[in-house]
């Protein structure tokens, strides 16, 4: 007991700790310091032992005082006493090695001391707090296993639906095959011709471009030469007014002019045939451009389409992803189930070894109560014997004293016969000897009398 490994606590934390988890009710109630300190009470100490049994191994306080009654035990009741007590230290020698306690003695119980009372109890105490601890860490653990054990159903579930989903999505039904290989032979046909189209659309536009630029260009000319039209107006106004030519110059110079507007009106026609042949392309380009936007509008739906096809395939994606990391996570549930099963099988040996132990313990018990059980019939039929040997001498006492009585009542009768001849002989001698005192003096007298004569 000098290397303990455990703390040796005070009487009243020791008090404190028994009042609230050991003993219940009145028990609780009465049970102070001074019962053990400063001189241990031996009943108090073995009530403590009883009650920490019961809380420990179910082992109730009664049974502490059943006696083996053999055949050849004369007195059985002067053994009740002393089994309780070998009883109770037998069992707490089995427990207090669990507690590191070894010298444990039978004066422990008689006539406890103090200091090794106290660290008995604190041993005691400090294994309770231990067993406390380990039960809810192993309450604890059964928690999270159910926990788990249902997140894993739920997870497994939810892989479940997902892969019906994944199925649903990705498997076309028999009667939608015929029209799903239509549509995709009409949208590849559509993707074909769209991009036809588009092709030429651009080489449309690229025309139209280089169209717009020359007539830009055109446009450029001619309002230059509607310029140069107005300043050589200007100018042939000025000159008109200023100098005063010759008749044939000036025919000549209005040839020119002439030739000029010629020119210029031709090159009006030819930009106008241009602007017709421009405006007819116009034409042209808007009814492409409605066709294009017919196509644009058909392309819109394609890529809605499209785009509903590719949120299904990001959406197949995710729900693979999410497949792949449930499948993670139920393996490492899985693995965390194949340790909390090994742990659980571990442990149902431990207990399966126990209930072996206890089971051998229960079969020695139940054999032993089966002796005692046969024992007391015995003692019980020799109890009915003896009850019927009473009964019979019962009722013989019972025909003895109505004889006694009957006897008593002739002899109270004889002695009223007996008192009342009594009393008349008494009364009989009384009236003789008054009689005969009468004639004592009767005799006397006539003595007397007689005397003088004589």
Known sequence: MTENTFPVYTADAIVNFYRTEVLT???????????????????????????????????????????????????????????????????????????????????????????????????????????????????????????DMDRLQVYVKGCSEAMRKIKMLTTIPPEQQAEADELAAALSELQAATTHESHEVNAIKESIAEWKTRIAEKTQKLAQVKV???????????????????????????????????????????????????????????????????????????????????????????????????????????????????AVAMKLDKESKQNMRRQKMREMKEQHVQEVMGDYNQIHQKREEMADRIQEISRETQQLKAKIQSLRDVCSKETEKAQAVYDNLSTSMDELHRRIDMDTVDLIQAVTKMSPSF
């Open 228 to 342: 140069d039209v107005s300043s050589l107006k200007e100018d042939i106004g000025k000159l008109k007014s200023q100098i005063v030519e010759s008749p044939e110059e000036l025919k000549s110079q209005m040839e020119k002019m002439r030739e000029n507007v010629k020119n210029i009106k031709n090159s009006m026609e030819e930009t106008d045939e241009r602007v017709v042949e421009l405006q007819n392309l116009v034409q042209s380009v808007t009814q492409t451009e409605a066709e294009i936007q017919q196509m644009y509008n058909l392309l819109q739906d394609l890529e809605s389409s499209m785009n509903n096809t590719k949120q299904q395939q990001e959406e197949h994606q995710e729900l693979t992803a999410l497949y792949e990391k449930k499948q993670k996570e139920l393996k490492n549930l899985i693995v965390e189930e194949g340790q909390l099963k090994r």
């Open 25 to 147: 009710g009145q028990e609780a109630k009465h049970f102070t310091k001074s019962e053990l300190t400063p001189v241990p009470k031996p009943e108090a100490v073995q009530t403590l032992y009883m009650r920490v049994l019961h809380l420990l191994y179910r082992f109730r306080p009664e049974c502490h005082s059943m006696v083996p009654l053999l055949e050849n035990i004369q007195n059985p009741v002067y053994h009740e006493g002393a089994t309780a007590i070998t009883s109770v230290y037998m069992r707490m020698q089995q427990f207090l090695p669990m507690c590191l306690v070894y010298d444990f003695s039978l004066n422990d119980l008689l006539a406890p001391k103090k200091q090794k009372t106290l660290t008995i109890l604190s041993a005691i105490m400090n294994f309770l707090h231990f067993r406390k601890q380990r039960m809810n860490i192993i309450l604890e653990k059964q928690a999270k296993y159910r926990a």
